[in-house]
């Protein structure tokens, strides 16, 4: 039997995924993933065989993912803001958008927090796989700043502390419903980083099967309109924000002056922006009292 190149291998991927309504660069990750390739090398190497083994369950997880598993719970991993991130069904799978709330987030940051000695209590409410939590705590490079990580999810927040420990970010994670934990335990903060869910359920027959049938629906859905958790957040937030303050928050398409309003009437005396990202679309809103 003759063995097949990746030259072939992805050829026949792609033009199954094609046929089957999925995206056809999913050979490409799915391949790259098995043979410890990067895209360079990959496409270096069109003409290398693929070993019979690594051809059956390249097959066999190609088959799957147009079963509607995700391919990044087939390969176990997703990189966010250049870093490899663990992640399973009980987390939702982190998005480019979301790379920009926290770009955008430490930008803010520098500018209302001048002097890097200063501590700071920051907090990420929904961590899921932890990721805005571990990024922006790394990426912040202040040894002053104390990043939390909040989820209601007991199995996402091992998946997220998993993450922390293997990129060694010093996270304290807090198991609870939104803000609870903080007013409970008397916390304050001087940041507050949130992405979450916010999916209309009326949406739902519109979201694809590897979205609904695979990522856990506690993250994805937020109430008949998609506001139910930033109504919620306006309630507990005064109770936990410091004098000076940087919230962000993700929010879908078409949710950004929405949400900006609900802050607006809650710290009246702050500034409320949002901010679109990369594609034009209204994606973050952030709100900061000086």
Not at 38 to 43: F, G, K
Not at 60 to 77: C, F, L, N, Y
Not at 281 to 288: H, N, S, T
């Amino acid at each position: 039997m003759t063995a097949v190149t990746v030259f072939e291998a992805l050829k026949w991927a792609s033009s199954f995924l094609v046929e089957q309504n999925r995206d056809e660069n999913v050979g490409e990750i799915y391949l790259r993933h098995l043979m410890g390739l990067s895209r360079s090398q990959l496409l270096a190497e069109q003409r290398r065989s693929v070993p019979q083994e690594m051809w059956d369950k390249f097959q066999k997880g190609i088959h799957e993912h147009v079963g509607g598993v995700p391919i990044q719970h087939i390969i176990g991993v997703e990189e966010f803001y250049g870093r490899t991130f663990v992640v399973n069904g009980h987390v939702l799978i982190p998005r480019p958008e979301t790379e920009e709330l926290v770009y955008f987030a430490l930008e803010k940051v520098k500018a209302l927090f001048p002097d890097k000695e200063v501590p700071l209590q920051a907090a990420d409410i929904g961590t899921g796989s932890g990721a805005i939590a571990v990024t922006f705590k790394l990426e912040a490079a202040r040894p002053s700043l104390s990043m939390t990580a909040v989820d209601i999810s007991r199995e996402a927040l091992a998946v997220a502390r998993e993450n922390a420990d293997r990129l060694g970010a010093d996270i304290d994670f807090l198991e609870g419903d939104l803000l609870q934990p903080m007013i409970r335990d008397g916390r304050r903060l001087d940041i507050l980083l949130s992405n979450p869910p916010y999916i209309p359920l009326t949406d739902r027959e519109t979201l694809s099967e590897v979205v609904v049938g695979h990522e856990p629906e506690l993250a994805l859905f937020g109430g008949e309109d998609g506001y139910d958790l930033y109504k919620r957040f306006m309630e507990e937030l005064p109770s936990v924000m410091k004098e000076r303050f940087l919230i962000g928050f993700e929010v879908g398409v078409g949710q950004g002056q929405t949400v900006a309003a609900l802050l607006k009437a809650t710290f009246p005396e702050a500034e409320t922006e949002v901010v679109n990202d990369i594609n034009g679309k209204d994606r973050m809103v952030f709100c900061v009292r000086k």
